[in-house]
């Protein structure tokens, strides 16, 4: 079975990365959502709401393409993350090039952690690229439509979040 590996923080999951998903889950068998905890970053919405959210628009997805989608929260390293889960692949998507010097990096350190898994990288779709999770949380903050970059359900959950009404 081969089983890749999709993480982020995914604070809040955008179309963006239902798209990537998709995509991805057309190369495996299994795609594990790595959840990233990263309090670092100090999520807008916390742990069990980001899996509660991605496991409600994967679900979608998997009954579409017929693989299996799983939430997999993760705290530590990328590679462990990955041996953890049995994945032979890890799924990145790409906005531009300021996206690729990072990954770049990310793949150089992880092969020499562990050159069996393999890092597949995925280009955003045209329409896609802009979209960040960062920037769709402000905009949502300052009063802007939020609904090309999000689904109905994470928009809902993120006006909610942020005390505004739809």
Known sequence: MRVGLYPGTFDPITIGHIDIIRRASALVDKLVIGVAINRDKGPLFNLEERVDMIEAECAKLSAETGT????????NLLI???????AQ??????????????????????????SSVETVFLMAEARHQAIASKLVKEIARLDGDVSKFVTPLVKDRLLERLGKTA
């Open 68 to 75: 299996e989608i799983v939430a997999h929260p993760f705290e």
């Open 80 to 86: 462990d993350c990955a041996r953890d889960v049995g």
């Open 89 to 114: 692949i890890i799924v990145r998507g790409l906005r531009a090039v300021a996206d690729f010097e990072y990954e770049f990096q990310m793949v150089g350190m992880n092969r020499a952690l562990d």
